[in-house]
């Protein structure tokens, strides 16, 4: 046992990847590069990641040199201020994110598109580039510049990348939600914004379900008051309610495709947090720290170059869309998955991967664990040759998992698995090539990213829980927060507990090899099927409802992998509340205002919901009394209002069986 009171896990190599697999990756080439270029010589991939942070400016104009990063204007320094946040990276440089995605071979593949709603459809960068600058022209037309905000409610079409980049080559700025999403938790995002362009479609099907959306379409538009045009996007027949069609904007022009070259740190995109304490947090992301950010981990750790294919499920509302995106960046090809990713059986993301000869194939923890249960051979029943890596991201994945991998694809194949975060929109700790796949772990800190975990103390510990933080800065930390003038939302969040370093919000155990095992959100997020989602949208729509007076909602994670359990707890207003009419509204409201993924699996009745008396829910404590923990050793039973306020929740677990 560990001073946390947690038992350890095994820690074993499970497989090293194959010498071919090592010596003809980007990374063993990025070690050769550096070996002539700069005279450096490293034995492992330890010894590289520790030059990456203790060299941090030698190691980033590495990345920058090694990938060929074009700039119109020279940076006057690497890194410059300090202490975090206060820092500054390549002052000076003037670039775009989207000539970078653009600069490749006409004739290669650069996006496939497999859609429950419409055709496939298949664009070489060549054809890219073409309707990225009719949009571009169009949108121009409209009077967009930089600094302006292009929002969409799209689905993972083309359409959707062409609009990004020929924003991002305008220096506008983008955000993007999934039309899952209902007309609350969009307008909760985009709201912040003021957009001047909304791009949105009018349904979609997931599987063989038809979803109409024209009425959170009309919402939307009536909640955002800036914006100057919609741009309807045809999708399948779904009429959609817009000022102009996309016809329009992508019509034959005269233009020629530019990109505008704005500051290092010019924003890019805007990505959301969950909404785990109000609004979810704006999260603006640079030019410049994106393109090298991407540049780094899609080139040295997943193993990506001109000709290969990424295949990753993703919604637009993801992170992983936008790093799905700058596969383009490394001239490979993009699969774009629209619709439901495991319609019409388990072994269609498998298939699909053999049909587009995808190369790395990002698969969640639960898609392995259902296909390891189902006794799925993906390896065997289809062409899988051309897979060079397994990525696996969202949640953490049973060792289980990690071995079913290996027995199916062998020593050829890395599996890479990662953590991160829509923060920093990439991976924090995960493995590459040359790395040790250790059963149950990740396999270390991602290279130029010095993570380690803290003790309360401010004190790094090894192989005990801890706090993940970052103690040197990243190029792809936010920007900052948008409407945060004077930056103290950004620093609230990450540099409160421990000044001038980042503190992440995982609780991570680090071993002395460098691995490391996630355990959890330190904070309450709640994270489902390996989307995150947060409380305080539940209670924003919950407790708006006339019957409900207070709620509180936990999620229970599966040890293998699976969506795990979500349980909504509910005060009614009235003692004679109808459990199984209430719950029917809740249930309903949640799935229309928010998304199918709020919807809970249990809606249980409390007299009353735990606060602090400052009036804070405890969820945590309720998460961690549920899983058996005493309550007397979670929180001062004089912290709470209510001392026997946690005792119904432990009572609800062990009754329904849900105690580990």
């Not at 919604?315 to 439901?340: E, F, K, Q, R, Y």
Request: glycine share 10%; charged share 20%.
């Amino acid at each position: 046992m560990t001073d946390s009171g947690q038992r350890a896990p095994a820690h074993e190599v499970l497989y090293r990847p194959s010498t071919a697999a090592r010596d003809g990756s980007v990374i063993a080439e990025y070690l050769r590069w550096l070996a002539a270029e700069r005279g450096l010589r490293f034995d492992d991939v330890q010894s590289l990641h520790a030059w990456s942070v203790d060299e941090l400016e030698a190691f980033w104009q590495s990345v920058w040199d090694f990938f060929g990063v074009r700039a119109s204007a020279p940076a006057r320094s690497v890194l410059s201020g300090g202490p975090m946040p206060d820092v500054s990276w390549f002052e000076g440089a003037e670039l775009n994110y989207a000539e970078h995605c653009l600069r490749h071979d006409v004739d290669a593949l650069a996006i496939f598109a497999t859609s429950q709603t419409r055709e496939d459809v298949s664009l070489s960068f060549g054809d890219l580039a073409e309707q990225v600058r009719r949009v571009r022209a169009g949108l121009h037309r409209l009077g967009v510049g930089p600094g302006d905000r292009v929002v969409a409610y799209l689905p993972n079409i083309p359409e959707t990348v062409v609009a990004f980049l020929a924003t991002a080559s305008l220096g506008a700025i983008w955000a993007s939600c999934a039309p899952e999403f209902g007309a609350r938790a969009v307008l909760d995002r985009f709201g912040q914004l003021d957009p001047d362009i909304l791009l949105v479609v009018g349904g979609y099907r997931f599987g063989d379900k038809p979803i109409d959306k024209s009425a959170d379409v009309a919402a939307i538009r009536a909640g955002l008051p800036t914006v100057r045009k919609t741009i309807g996007v045809p999708y399948g027949d779904f009429a959609v309610d817009a000022d102009m069609a996309w016809d329009e904007i992508a019509a034959p022009a005269d233009d020629p495709l530019t990109f505008a070259p704005v500051p290092f740190a010019h924003p890019l995109f805007v990505l959301f947090s969950s909404g785990t304490t109000g609004a979810p947090k704006p999260i603006v992301h640079g030019h410049g720290g994106i393109l090298l950010e991407h540049l780094k981990t899609l080139g040295l750790h997943w193993d990506l170059r001109a000709g290969d294919r990424l295949m990753w499920f993703s919604t637009t509302a993801w992170m992983m869309w936008n790093t799905l995106v700058s596969t383009l960046l490394h001239g490979a090809a993009a699969v774009l998955i629209d619709g439901n990713p495991l319609y019409p059986d388990l072994d269609a993301q498998w298939r699909l991967a053999a049909q587009t000869r995808a190369t790395l194939v990002g698969a969640s923890p639960g898609l392995i664990s259902a296909s390891r249960t189902a006794g799925l051979s993906p390896a065997h029943d289809h062409d899988l040759s051309s897979v060079r890596q397994i990525g696996v991201a969202g949640s953490p994945l049973a060792a289980e998992g990690f071995v079913w991998i290996h027995e199916q694809f062998g020593d050829d194949v890395v599996l890479n698995v990662g953590s991160g975060g829509t923060d920093v929109c990439s991976a924090i700790v995960q493995g590459s090539p040359l790395h040790d796949v250790w059963l149950g772990e990740i396999s270390g800190a991602s290279l130029g990213v010095d993570a380690v975990a803290f003790d309360a103390h401010g004190e790094v510990i090894i192989d005990d829980l801890g706090e993940l933080v970052i103690r040197r800065p990243m190029p792809s930390m936010p920007v900052g927060f948008w409407g945060d003038a004077d930056g103290s939302r950004y620093r609230d969040a990450y540099f409160d507990v421990y000044p001038g370093v980042w503190r992440h919000g995982d609780w991570v155990r680090f071993a002395p090899s460098g691995s490391c095992v996630i355990a959890g959100r330190s904070d309450a997020t709640l994270n489902r099927g390996g989307v995150r989602l947060g409380t305080a949208e539940f209670y924003r729509v919950v407790e708006e409802l006339p019957d409900v007076t207070d709620s509180l909602v936990v999620h229970l994670e599966d040890p293998d992998g699976g969506p795990g359990v979500l349980v909504l707890f509910v005060v009614p207003a009235t003692e004679d509340w109808d459990q199984e009419q209430g719950a029917h509204q809740i249930t309903g409201t949640l799935r229309a205002a928010l998304t199918p993924r709020h919807v809970p699996d249990h809606i249980a009745v409390v007299s009353a919901i735990p606060h602090t008396r400052t009036g804070k829910k405890l969820e945590v404590p309720v998460k961690r009394v549920m899983q058996g923990s005493d309550p007397v050793e979670l929180a001062a039973l004089s912290s709470l209002d209510d001392s026997h306020a946690l005792e119904p929740f432990a009572r609800f677990a062990r009754e329904r069986g849900l105690l580990a």
